[in-house]
């Protein structure tokens, strides 16, 4: 599968943005979506991800009650829905593809198959 992320910007603290995940080139249904970011001079890390389905979600300690994950699989896309956001949210924001398994659900903060480009998310002060 193909993955290509939008919707990244420049946006104040406070502020929402949304971000979207197109796959293309297989049955979207059949894979588990992440996003993870990585901010300059950091890891990788998880923020959010959502099973083939849609009816599993699972988010990291420091989003929680702040971003959002759905999946549409109609359209073929996944969005994160990003609130409140803060100057440590900024980073480039991945979205990973991870087929259809039952490891998913032990993995899912690190096991993915086919990455998107990333798309800049700048939270200023």
């Known amino acids: 599968v193909q993955l290509q992320a939008s919707g990244g910007g420049l946006v104040q603290a406070g502020g929402s943005l949304r971000l979207s995940c197109a796959a293309f080139?297989?049955?979207?249904?059949?894979?588990?979506i992440g996003w993870l970011r990585q901010a300059p001079g950091k890891e990788r890390e998880f923020v959010a991800a959502i099973s083939w389905g849609g009816f599993t979600t699972y988010y990291a300690d420091s989003v929680k009650a702040r971003f959002t994950i759905s999946r549409d699989n109609a359209k073929n896309t996944v969005s994160l829905q990003m609130n409140s956001l803060k100057p440590e949210d900024t980073a480039v924001y991945y979205c990973?593809?991870?087929?259809?398994?039952?490891?998913?659900?032990?993995?899912?903060?690190?096991?993915?198959?086919?990455w998107g480009q990333g798309t800049l998310v700048t939270v200023s002060s």
């Open positions: 990973a593809a991870k087929l259809k398994s039952s490891r998913w659900y032990q993995e899912y903060r690190t096991s993915y198959d086919s």
């Open positions: 080139g297989a049955t979207f249904s059949r894979y588990a």
